[in-house]
């Protein structure tokens, strides 16, 4: 499995951004997907997870109401929007599949494949 995010950039705070993730292969529709960041000095953290059916989703609770999640499983693609971003929104976004389990979850080692990030940076 290859991932791909993109759709990273610039934007000031209470901006918008929409990130993509596209995936490689015919078992997209299989994998939870899951999207992760990681700040300037700080530890990976998980930011939202999508089921396989794009029925079920889980965010963390800093994203809640901001950040939409959601996958086209026609295209190989998973989305993240963003709204009303923050200065600490700042971030190397990544996107990640879980091949095995069936829920969406926060638990980064078990996510199995990940794509390079895409930064996203919210001035003030």
């Known amino acids: 499995v290859q991932l791909q995010a993109s759709g990273g950039g610039l934007v000031q705070a209470g901006g918008s951004l929409r990130l993509s993730c596209a995936a490689s292969?015919?078992?997209?529709?299989?994998?939870?997907m899951g999207w992760f960041r990681q700040a300037p000095g700080k530890e990976r953290e998980f930011v939202a997870s999508i089921s396989r059916g794009n029925s079920t989703t889980y965010y963390a609770d800093g994203v809640k109401g901001r950040f939409t999640i959601s996958r086209d499983n026609a295209k190989n693609t998973m989305y993240l929007q963003m709204i009303t971003l923050k200065p600490e929104d700042t971030a190397v976004y990544y996107c990640?599949?879980?091949?095995?389990?069936?829920?969406?979850?926060?638990?980064?080692?078990?996510?199995?494949?990940w794509g390079p990030g895409t930064l996203v940076t919210v001035s003030s």
């Open positions: 292969g015919r078992a997209f529709s299989r994998y939870v």
């Open positions: 990640a599949a879980d091949t095995n389990r069936f829920y969406p979850h926060s638990e980064a080692l078990n996510y199995s494949y």
